[in-house]
């Protein structure tokens, strides 16, 4: 299994910017994709972003295409969430998890994950 800690979230205002890092121990090479999700209070947990782990295609949410990166380094393996533009409904706690196969699944979807992070929150002011 792998062991994922997140770091990064912050209190920003409407229009600024953080970078949400998640580094990765354990075997993450046999990692299908990685991902972010976030729960916003009284939510349900969201899909955000994703990446397969070898190719590095990315896939994102309607809500945050053309403001949100979602990049990783295999060298160091480590998951990246750059977030541009923020706004107060982009607060929430967010969560990278990992899945070891999308086989059946889709990765917009929480269900292929099986190792997941604590979390950190993100909080955008107006």
């Known amino acids: 299994q792998v062991q994922l800690v997140e770091s990064g979230g912050g209190l920003v205002q409407a229009g600024g910017s953080l970078r949400l890092s998640c580094a990765a121990s354990?075997?993450?090479?046999?990692?299908?994709?990685m991902g972010w999700f976030r729960q916003a209070p009284g939510k349900e947990r969201e899909f955000v972003a994703a990446?397969?782990?070898?190719?590095?295609?990315?896939y994102y949410a309607d809500s945050v295409k053309g403001r949100f990166t979602c990049s990783r380094d295999t060298a160091k393996n480590t998951l990246y969430l750059q977030m541009n533009s923020l706004k107060p409904e982009d607060t929430a706690v967010y969560y990278c998890?990992?899945?070891?196969?999308?086989?059946?699944?889709?990765?917009?979807?929480?269900?292929?994950?099986?190792?997941w992070g604590q979390g950190t929150q993100v909080t955008v002011s107006s």
């Open positions: 998890a990992a899945a070891r196969s999308l086989i059946g699944h889709t990765l917009y979807a929480q269900r292929p994950y099986d190792s």
């Open positions: 354990g075997r993450t090479s046999s990692s299908a994709a």
């Open positions: 990446i397969t782990w070898r190719v590095g295609s990315t």
